[in-house]
């Protein structure tokens, strides 16, 4: 989990940006508020924020200039400049302090929410990157491998934690997943992870399970020495009757059937 740091003058304003995060499950380690860019200054050096939401105008400092000073001792923490004038002028600036996004007020909890994702996803490919040539463990402590050419592919979005979660369960379908944990791994409500998962890939987490069980399924089927009891427990079911019934409400026919079929 990380850390963030909120900055905005007004107290409404910090609260309903709380308010998004708690109702949208997301999780931090720690979430401190600031209320200009001399507080915010003084609190990213206190315990370094790896994201800050920051108000653009302030009194005193304004946030252009809080960012300025904090990128001097903190290069690689996102920053999400919020404001309520939509001026080029403004983007310009936010730029050239190479922030991470920069959203007009109001603030919509749709956009907060994918930029907050999309944050914690390029600094989860940051440590993932970190850590090669390390060792890992191949627990459920450790669930996401390297995975270079996902991040190229999916930076910057809500997709990286998706592509991930996929890439977890297509090596891990034969054990026995449960959503609560894998959903709390990336920092997610089981709710909020699997409207998001759905957005990402036009199919329910829990069906993509069952999806790539069946998948392997049918390879395994092609050959005649293995058991339907063999079968399910290779697949992650602990009952063959169970593995029958899954596999004849997405194919529409038994294993037996499909077997039977396949060796025609």
Same mark, same amino acid.
């Given at each position: 989990?990380y850390?963030?740091?909120?900055?905005?003058? =007004?107290?409404? =304003?910090?609260?309903?940006?709380?308010?998004?995060?708690?109702?949208?499950?997301?999780?931090f380690k720690? +979430?401190?508020?600031?209320?200009?860019?001399?507080?915010?200054v003084?609190?990213? $050096?206190?315990?370094?924020?790896?994201i800050?939401?920051? *108000?653009?105008?302030?009194?005193?400092?304004?946030?252009?200039?809080?960012?300025? =000073?904090?990128?001097?001792? &903190?290069?690689?923490?996102?920053?999400?400049?919020?404001?309520?004038f939509?001026e080029?002028?403004? #983007?310009?600036? #936010?730029?050239k302090?190479? #922030? /991470? *996004?920069?959203?007009?007020?109001? +603030?919509?909890?749709?956009?907060?929410?994918?930029?907050?994702?999309? !944050?914690?996803? *390029?600094?989860?490919? *940051?440590?993932?990157?970190a850590?090669?040539?390390? !060792?890992s463990?191949?627990?459920?402590? /450790?669930?996401?491998?390297d995975d $270079?050419?996902?991040?190229d592919?999916? $930076?910057?979005?809500?997709?990286l934690?998706?592509e991930? +979660?996929?890439?977890?369960?297509?090596? &891990?379908?034969?054990?026995?997943?449960?959503?609560?944990?894998?959903?709390?791994?990336?920092?997610?409500?089981?709710?909020?992870?699997?409207?998001?998962?759905?957005?990402?890939? &036009?199919?329910k987490?829990?069906?993509?399970?069952?999806?790539?069980?069946?998948?392997?399924?049918?390879?395994?089927l092609?050959?005649?020495?293995? !058991?339907?009891?063999?079968?399910?427990?290779?697949v992650?079911? !602990?009952?063959?009757?169970?593995?029958?019934?899954?596999?004849?409400?997405?194919?529409?026919?038994?294993?037996?059937?499909?077997? &039977?079929?396949?060796?025609?």
């Open positions: 989990m850390t963030l740091l909120i900055v905005d003058d =007004e107290a409404i =304003e910090r609260e309903a940006i709380q308010y998004i995060i708690k109702q949208a499950g997301l999780k720690v +979430v401190e508020e600031a209320v200009n860019g001399i507080q915010a003084a609190k990213a $050096t206190a315990f370094m924020p790896e800050i939401i920051m *108000d653009i105008k302030m009194p005193g400092k304004d946030g252009l200039e809080a960012a300025k =000073e904090i990128r001097k001792f &903190n290069h690689h923490c996102k920053i999400i400049f919020l404001t309520a939509n080029f002028e403004y #983007a310009r600036k #936010a730029i302090v190479k #922030a /991470e *996004d920069f959203i007009i007020k109001p +603030v919509y909890n749709e956009t907060l929410i994918e930029v907050l994702i999309s !944050s914690v996803a *390029d600094l989860d490919g *940051d440590k993932t990157s850590s090669v040539g390390t !060792s463990s191949s627990g459920f402590e /450790e669930p996401f491998p $270079t050419e996902a991040d592919i999916v $930076t910057g979005s809500s997709a934690l998706v991930k +979660v996929c890439k977890y369960i297509d090596q &891990n379908y034969h054990k026995n997943i449960k959503l609560d944990e894998m959903c709390e791994m990336v920092g997610f409500s089981k709710f909020y992870f699997s409207r998001i998962f759905k957005q990402n890939k &036009n199919i987490l829990v069906d993509y399970i069952t999806l790539r069980r069946i998948e392997k399924t049918k390879e395994l092609k050959n005649p020495q293995n !058991s339907i009891k063999e079968i399910s427990s290779l992650g079911y !602990s009952e063959a009757n169970y593995l029958t019934s899954v596999f004849k409400k997405w194919e529409g026919i038994s294993p037996t059937e499909y077997r &039977n079929k396949q060796c025609r």
